[in-house]
Every structure is written in C-alpha cells, then in structure tokens.
C-alpha cells in the first residue's frame, strides 16, 4: 500500500512537501515515482527515484523547483515543492516500480493527494 500526504492550499511561490507512505512491501527495492493529473487532463509524469536514491529524474515542467528523495529506513518518499506556481494545481499520486523491471509500468500505486497553487 501506499500513502500519500501533504498536499494543501498554497499562494504561488510557496512550497509543500508531499509524502507517500509504503507498507506492504520491500521498499528498498522499488524505484518511486510522484504523478500528477490536473483537472481535464491525463496524468504526467513528475519526478521519479531510484531503489537506491543514487538516481532521480524530473519532468521538465518542474526541474529545478521539485526534489525527490527517499528513506528507505522509514519506508517514505518524499517531493519538496517550490517555488509553486498556479500551473502545479492538480492532485498528486506516489508510485512504485519494481527495481530492474523493463518498461514504464508501475505495480503500485497510492491514492493522491491535492495540491492548489493560487495566483
């Protein structure tokens, strides 16, 4: 299972910082991703990180503003979110991917959380 929190209601140019909680499984030996899927349009890809942390990747809508990171001893992932802008609206979901499995597909996935950015 995954868990994630921490999403709110923000004025642009602030920051949150989003977590997402995973039980169940071997989180060490899962890559995680953050999505986010605004209203009326398909989800995207935001950042993702690897079982180790050695590795992360960023849309380029967010790079430069967003890191992830992870705790593999607290079994969480995190995505630190500034400077926010109104565009960043949209509810965001955590989720895990087998470490070494081929091809873009997720085998878990946690219920998202809103983020609202106001101008």
């Known amino acids: 299972q995954l868990q994630a929190c921490g999403g709110g209601l923000v004025q642009a140019g602030g920051s949150l910082r989003l977590s997402c909680a995973a039980s169940?499984?071997?989180?060490?030996?899962?890559?995680m991703g953050w999505f986010r899927q605004a209203p009326g349009k398909e989800r995207e890809f935001v950042a993702r990180?690897?079982?180790?942390?050695?590795?992360?990747y960023y849309a380029d809508a967010v790079k430069g503003r967003f890191t992830i990171s992870r705790d593999n001893t607290e079994n969480r992932a995190y995505l630190q979110m500034n400077p926010l802008k109104p565009e960043d609206t949209a509810v965001y979901s955590c989720?895990?991917?087998?470490?070494?499995?081929?091809?873009?597909?997720?085998?878990?996935w946690g219920q998202g959380t809103q983020v609202t950015v106001s101008s």
């Open positions: 169940g499984l071997t989180f060490g030996t899962y890559d």
């Open positions: 989720a895990a991917k087998l470490r070494f499995m081929p091809g873009p597909q997720y085998n878990y």
């Open positions: 990180i690897t079982w180790s942390g050695r590795s992360v």
